[in-house]
T-cell receptor, first 114, second 113 residues
């Protein structure tokens, strides 16, 4: 699976949009971009994933660049409860190969403040 | 998603003993995984546990140290054997649901003295 690069930490004011970048310049054509977050000492929580089109769900939006070498997770109105470590993971679709394994990097520590 | 529970939620154990961690899912799943998260670190995959086959271990993890059972499609156990303080970690199980997405349990926080 391709390697990802994320900033170590970011701050965001409550109520503002949090934009978390991820670089995955070596991504292959059959690799998806997944985002998880881990609130302190809890199990990781799935947020969203995509292949090449932008995706949106009730939690967040995922914007993937046209060349797919980077992506941005957007939390439209961050709250204090969004403070967590956010992981960007690139992996092959398990249905076609890769065995569904997730390789976690160090992620971005997002701190939402008043 | 699914409801995934782990028991115990936390434990403090003595060096040299073993602890078995349980993972229960409220729906039938084929693929389950066990991860370890050492203090201040990210998650590391220990093994893949599919029902009906032997667990597949990642590099650096062996069956004698981390035996896994997968007796049915809703349950799995991970045993941490002959524990040392270096085994102090959060242990997490995860399952694959729907369109290939993994969901995680709440984790078991283990402290070895």
């Amino acid at each position: 699976d391709a390697k990802t690069t994320q900033p170590t930490s970011m701050d965001c004011a409550e109520g503002r949009a949090a934009n978390l970048p991820c670089n995955h310049s070596t991504i292959s054509g059959n690799e998806y971009v997944y985002w998880y977050r881990q609130i302190h000492s809890q199990g990781p929580q799935y947020i969203i994933h995509g292949l090449k089109n932008n995706e949106t769900n009730e939690m967040a939006s995922l914007i993937i660049t046209e060349d797919r070498k980077s992506s941005t997770l957007i939390l439209p109105h961050a709250t204090l409860r969004d403070t967590a470590v956010y992981y960007c993971i690139v992996r092959v679709d398990g249905l076609t190969g890769g065995g569904n394994k997730l390789t976690f990097g160090t992620g971005t520590q997002l701190k939402v403040e008043l | 998603s699914a409801v995934i529970s782990q028991k115990p939620s936390r434990d403090i154990c003595q060096r040299g003993t073993s602890l078995t961690i349980q993972c229960q899912v409220d729906s039938q799943v084929t693929m389950m995984f066990w991860y370890r998260q050492q203090p201040g670190q990210s998650l590391t995959l220990i093994a893949t546990a599919n029902q009906g086959s032997e667990a597949t271990y990642e590099s650096g993890f062996v069956i004698d140290k981390f035996p896994i059972s997968r007796p049915n499609l809703t349950f799995s156990t991970l045993t941490v054997s002959n524990m040392s303080p270096e085994d102090s970690s959060i242990y997490l199980c995860s399952v694959v649901l729907g369109t290939d997405t993994q969901y995680f349990g709440p984790g078991t926080r283990l402290t070895v003295l």
